[in-house]
């Protein structure tokens, strides 16, 4: 097991990386003095499979858990379900001490988060992640939300956990497809911050594909490491985040033209981080061989980068709505790996250019 602290003055914290930590989840909690009860947030997929573990490892330190279901997936973080939540907690006369748990997926994390953040000004939170996105992303560093009909994460609060305990056991049961969409975040961290990780990715991706307890426990906690680094820096996301966006500011704009085709987040910063890589080549930032680096390595993970695009057109206009693009496009590029820089004021003939390089459709009219 592996203890990893996310150092932010005055609420730090840790998160716990293993197998078997579900069953240990009581004794690896900080103490909570007065809690009587855990109220732990899952849908019926994850519950299934993983409350009866969570169960006896609370029950072990004397906190019985009350289950409160939600919806699978992006469906939960809606504020009907938030309110369904809620007075649940009030129903059950849930009190300021108890914890709020989040067991599942970012978006449990995310509404479960926002849950502990208001109900009654604030209760005390634990993230228990189950995908691979959440336990090396989206449960560290605070954030939480619901979506509105009118965008994605428009409603919610800045609200730490008091503890993260992510069992890589549970990734045994993880869709293929939603293990490989985790991977490309990994992907983000080898090459952005951590080297060394990815050059044991590079070296045989074999045992991270084939979820070795093992190999997952180095590789979550080598990522969770690199963000706990970067959000204990900037709280408030105002800043050094903004490295955490390597490949986002493509893969969003392609999430959000898609309808298209239905990439997974993970597909489309897989791209995204590709089109990143040719960017800081063609503007000369980057060495000859940073764009072939990547693309071989997302494709030993699984993550295809050649896929039919979006009109360039398009694309650029969709990026332009970025809530990180301020006035010129502005991307997360490298000098190399391990070396990320924020650009201001890409020129969008080179963008369109490199979009175009990709397989997207040239504007009517030419201008690549
Ligand atoms: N707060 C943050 O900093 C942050 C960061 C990244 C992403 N997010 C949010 O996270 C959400 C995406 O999270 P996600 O990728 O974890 O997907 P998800 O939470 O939508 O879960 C996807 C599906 O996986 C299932 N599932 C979960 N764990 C499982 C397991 N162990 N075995 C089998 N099935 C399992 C769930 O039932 C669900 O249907 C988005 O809403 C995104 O906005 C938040
Ligand atoms: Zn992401």
Redesign the pocket.
Known sequence: MVRVTVPIPGRAYDVVVGAGVLERAGELLPPLPRAERAFVVA????AE??LERLAAGLAAAGLPLVHLGVP???E??SLAVYTAVLRQLAVQEAHRDDPVVAL???????LA?FVAATYMRGVPFVQV??????QV?????????V?LPEG??LV?AFHQPVAVLADVT??????ER?YR??LA?VAKYALTLDPELLATLERDPGPALRREPAALEDLVARCVRAKAGIVARDERDTGARMVLNYGHTLGHALERLEAFRGR???EAIAVGMRFAARLAERLGLAPEGLHARHVRLLASLGLETQGELPGAGEILAAMRLDKKYAGGIRFVLLEDVGRPRVVEDVPEGLAREVLVEMGAAAPVGGGA
Not at 43 to 46: E, L, R, T
Not at 104 to 110: E, F, I, P, R, S
Not at 170 to 175: G, V
């Open positions: 849908d019926q997929v994850v499979r993983y699978e997936g992006e939960a973080k599942g997926g970012g978006a449990v994390g995310d988060g992640p189950t995908t691979l996105t959440a992303d989206a449960a560290i560093g605070g954030k939480t939300a979506n994605k994460n919610g549970t990734l045994a049961s993880l869709p939603e969409s985790g975040e997974t987040h993970g």
